[in-house]
């Protein structure tokens, strides 16, 4: 299909110019008056978190149009991976929170790595987010494409400058994981046009690097425990991936985006999205088994059972509940990620 055509975000008097230099040239759009009513509301709306059809838009500083275009919503599995990582190297505890190094490697898997991934995907998605998320900043013409191409370009530089005082390896995972968002975004390859290939590729990006960046940020190397268990959330990550789909569903299917609910529909795809996120767990559980790490075993056997009470409503109706489920089942899934991040930390 034909993708929609874009009209370019610079035509616009109000928008960031061409001639901005300066990487943090934001500009404030003019709106008509709008009050926001609520403070929850203005978080959400930065935050990433998906706004209905209709609802109005609230005016934002320029600090806040650059906190939405990183879209934090999306930093928090990628710094709780890293800091699983640390965990499951032995040499992490609560002392080594107040650590340089252990901020650093916040800075860098939050607002700044998944940052640059987050501002890529939305310069290459500009036009599908017409449809999809009209709101976000390019295509509500709130920044340009070359303020944009600035932004992504200093924030690509201070990732990989962050990256290298942490660890070389770091460096690699970094660009890495920037490499696989042009892979998963961009003409001709965009991954996310094909099926399976998109969520797979964000996932290890979300889950594996940054599991791996944090092991060897403390301990110096990757051990084979370590894979098996970054992998095996790799999986279940990978159907989480796939509930994020069904947000874009309308967009998707027009422009010939094939999502898994595009190609299976709507209760299929929620169907697969489930086995795959139960199946890394368990996964993860007959590990924790193989290694005589009983309690650990048990503890996140015991998480997967909320979520498959929950995964039943969300099949119901999977895109009126899609960001129901996230929000809740995900804090079950991470929790395990820990447990078995302490169990490896004692092998």
């Given at each position: 299909m034909q993708?929609?055509?874009?009209?370019?975000?610079?035509?616009?008097?109000?928008?960031?110019?061409d001639e901005s230099t300066s990487p943090a040239a934001l500009h404030v759009k003019r709106l008509p008056a709008i009050t926001p009513t609520r403070l929850e509301d203005r978080i959400g709306g930065l935050s990433g978190i998906r706004k209905e059809r209709g609802e109005a838009a609230i005016k934002v500083s320029r600090l806040e149009l650059l906190v939405k275009f990183l879209k934090?919503?999306?930093?928090?599995?990628?710094?709780?991976?890293?800091?699983?990582?640390?965990?499951?190297?032995?040499?992490?505890?609560?002392?080594?929170?107040?650590?340089?190094?252990?901020?650093l490697g916040m800075l860098l898997t939050g607002p700044l790595l998944t940052g640059?991934?987050?501002?890529?995907?939305?310069?290459?998605?500009?036009?599908?987010?017409?449809?999809?998320?009209?709101?976000r900043p390019i295509p509500a013409g709130d920044i340009t494409l070359k303020g944009a191409t600035i932004l992504i370009s200093?924030?690509?530089?201070?990732?990989?400058?962050?990256?290298?005082?942490?660890?070389?390896?770091?460096?690699?995972?970094?660009?890495?994981?920037?490499?696989?968002?042009?892979l998963y975004s961009a003409n001709p390859i965009k991954l996310k046009k094909r099926l399976w290939a998109g969520n797979i590729i964000v996932a290890f990006s979300y889950l594996v690097y940054p599991w791996l960046s944090g092991?060897?940020?403390y301990r110096g190397e990757i051990t084979l425990g370590s894979v098996i268990v970054a992998m095996c959330y790799f999986i279940a990550s990978t159907g989480t991936m796939t509930v994020n789909d069904f947000k874009s569903i309308e967009g998707d299917t027009r422009v010939g985006i094939r999502?898994?609910?595009?190609?299976?529909?709507?209760?299929?795809a929620a169907i697969i999205a489930a086995v795959v996120i139960d199946f890394g767990q368990l996964l993860a559980v007959a590990y924790m088994f193989y290694l005589g790490k009983w309690p650990n075993a048990l503890i996140v056997f015991w998480f997967i059972v909320p979520q498959m009470f929950m995964q039943q409503r969300f099949i119901e109706s999977p895109r009126t509940r899609d960001v129901w489920y996230n929000a809740i089942a995900q804090n079950f899934l991470v929790a395990g990620m820990l447990v078995c991040a302490l169990a490896l930390a004692g092998v």
């Open positions: 993708e929609v055509p874009h009209e370019p975000a610079d035509s616009r008097g109000d928008s960031l110019s934090p919503i999306t930093w928090v599995p990628v710094m709780w991976s890293f800091v699983c990582g640390a965990v499951a190297s032995g040499n992490f505890s609560w002392t080594n929170l107040g650590d340089l190094k252990f901020w640059t991934c987050q501002m890529l995907n939305d310069y290459f998605d500009r036009d599908l987010d017409t449809l999809n998320e009209p709101t200093v924030w690509t530089t201070l990732s990989i400058g962050v990256a290298f005082l942490i660890n070389k390896f770091v460096v690699v995972h970094s660009i890495l994981g920037i490499i696989n968002a042009h092991e060897v940020a999502t898994l609910p595009v190609v299976y529909g709507e209760r299929r």
